[in-house]
């Protein structure tokens, strides 16, 4: 699976959000190291602690699936039905990622036009582990 092929998942999931409060629109598309694929969107609610983003929604669906290795995720952010910027992972997502996660791990972002590519080492440069 191409990183576009994520992107255009990562997209259709973002239609499937739940986001009255911001009017931001999240759709994440997590690929399995076996090639499957969990999509996730974000969904809100009025207490925003309660929010959980499509990063974390895909990588809970794989695992209640009982799927644990992956290789790449892309993550797609639209207002007003456009994608304007690139929308990386919130820091709760990069923990939650970085446990699943190998520091080979690719985050795929994309901005309408262009794509970037960071790995999980490179958004978790000190992330919290283990005492």
């Not at 994520?6 to 690929?31: C, D, H, R, T």
């Not at 207002?79 to 709760?92: R, Y």
Request: include cysteine.
């Amino acid at each position: 699976m191409t990183d576009y092929d994520l992107i255009e998942l990562a997209k259709q999931a973002s239609e499937n959000s739940y986001s009255p409060y911001s009017k931001f629109k999240v759709g994440a598309a997590l690929l399995c190291r076996d090639g499957t694929v969990f999509l996730g969107c974000n969904v809100e609610n009025v207490s925003f602690g309660a929010t959980n983003c499509a990063e974390r929604t895909a990588i809970f669906s794989a695992i209640i699936n009982g799927h644990r290795e992956f290789s790449k995720i892309a993550v797609v952010g639209m207002s007003d039905g456009k994608i304007k910027d690139f929308t990386p992972p919130c820091g709760i997502c990069r923990q939650v990622l970085k446990e699943f996660c190998g520091s080979d791990f690719s985050i795929i972002l994309f901005d309408g036009k262009n794509t970037k590519t960071l790995t999980m080492d490179e958004i978790t440069p000190n992330w919290f582990s283990e005492f």
